[in-house]
């Protein structure tokens, strides 16, 4: 398998993946709207990595989404920044992105949750979706990159090739 | 190329045990997935600190994974641990909101009820098993994002030497 058809598996694998995860957020609230009990297994899922808090989640069918609204925006910004890395690098090679690219989108999630941890203000929804917005679309830069890097050196280790020639 | 395999596994541990500590703590927890994040970015700090040879991003997508799985381990430990000071806590909260506040906010009961509190087998597996899976995507991202941020520039070439080109560890120019 050729380097741009590893990175392109790379892709479309975390694509269906972050597909899966926003599907899950939004079906748990519509199966507890329907009295489904599978809504606790798309609860569950999400309980390792998120609060949960309802007073900070969004409402969908009248019952909080499966994350909070911070959470929330990090997986829709993931999303879109999978559209953003398919039309900035497409698949022919792989490079991360910037320090301070990263450092520019982190710092406005950062402010926000420290301000609300010590109680220095308390954000509303939009605000905590906004931040996670902004951070999670540079994810997908960095996981495509290292996931698709590790299939790519070990190709080279099993040609026998040095490991940290590109 | 042992060596370095042998180096993966205590960074990965230390990362994974802290972060396992601190998401399983309640109110502690709160911070989301931002813990296995940090812990995998702490974990890539102690590979290149400790490693001699050049890492790339997959070294830090595979330690990563390993911090998240130990991270989970550690995790469900926790929480079978403070489960039982965990009920007592929060019905102790619960009382207090009752004797202070006319109206309980939106969800609260609902949140704190005996069912949150339950640790039967298959739910403890369960948990176990999507923390593994959701911890080791995050450490990945956690690992490959620490890389890039605290691996070392390589030496710049001596005047007149050929320029060798990066490998995908670096950032782009």
Excluded at chain 1, 72 to 86: E, P, W
Excluded at chain 1, 89 to 110: D, E, N, Q, W, Y
Aim: aromatic share 10%.
């Amino acid at each position: 398998m050729s380097q741009r058809n590893r990175i392109a598996l790379v892709y479309f694998l975390t694509l269906g993946g972050i597909l899966l995860c926003v599907g899950i957020i939004f079906l748990a609230p519509y199966l507890k709207s329907r009295g489904s009990g599978l809504n606790a297994f798309a609860y569950l899922f999400f309980a390792p990595t998120c609060h949960q808090i309802p007073a900070r989640s969004i409402c969908f069918f009248g019952h909080p989404l499966a994350v909070c609204a911070r959470c929330l925006g990090i997986y829709i910004g993931f999303l879109g920044g999978m559209g953003i890395y398919a039309l900035r690098r497409g698949f022919s090679a792989v490079a991360m992105p910037k320090v301070r690219t990263l450092i520019l989108v982190t710092f406005p999630l950062i402010l926000d949750a420290l301000g609300n941890l010590f109680h220095l203000w308390n954000a509303p929804h939009w605000l905590r979706f906004l931040t996670g917005i902004l951070w999670g679309s540079i994810l997908p830069f960095y996981f495509i990159t290292g996931v698709a890097d590790f299939f790519i050196q070990k190709k080279r280790l099993k040609a026998g090739r040095p490991e940290n020639i590109s | 190329m042992n060596e370095q395999r042998t180096l993966t596994l205590t960074p990965a541990l230390i990362g994974g045990v802290l972060v396992g500590i601190l998401s399983g703590i309640p109110l502690v927890n709160c911070l989301c997935c931002l813990w296995i994040i940090g812990g995998a970015m702490l974990a890539s700090y102690l590979l290149i600190k400790d490693s001699t040879a050049r890492l790339t991003s997959s070294d830090g997508a595979i330690i990563g994974v390993f911090t998240g799985i130990v991270a989970a381990v550690v995790k469900t430990v926790v929480e079978l641990i403070m489960t039982p000071l965990n009920k007592r806590f929060f019905q102790g909260l619960m009382e207090r909101f009752a004797e202070y506040m006319e109206e309980m906010p939106p969800g609260l009961e609902e949140m704190f009820d005996e069912s949150a509190f339950e640790t039967t087998v298959p739910r403890i597996l369960i948990g176990l098993l999507m923390s593994g899976i959701i911890f080791s995507a995050l450490g990945a991202l956690g690992g490959i994002i620490g890389i890039s941020l605290f691996q070392k520039k390589p030496p710049q070439p001596p005047q007149g030497a050929p320029n060798v080109p990066e490998n995908t560890g670096n950032r782009q120019p």
